[in-house]
């Protein structure tokens, strides 16, 4: 699972690197977490980035509480 989401989160990172020139502001879509409302493409791979990295960090927290 850990492998699966690292390369989940560097895909997400390797697509911000391709959008840097502004590529996904005019494509909106809906965000329901938190009520964000619409956001464009690039802050939404943005956010899917920041919660896989959450994931990671509470896979090793989990990891290091368990030793």
């Known amino acids: 699972m850990r492998s699966l989401i690292t390369q989940q989160y560097h895909q997400c990172l390797s697509y911000l690197d ?30 899917l980035s920041l919660h896989a990295q959450r994931h990671l960090t509470q896979m090793k927290n989990n990891e290091l509480e368990a030793i």
């Open 18 to 47: 391709l959008m840097k020139n502004g590529e996904g502001l005019l494509c909106k879509t809906t965000m329901t977490v938190n009520e964000l409302g619409k956001i464009n493409v690039y802050e939404y791979i943005y956010f």
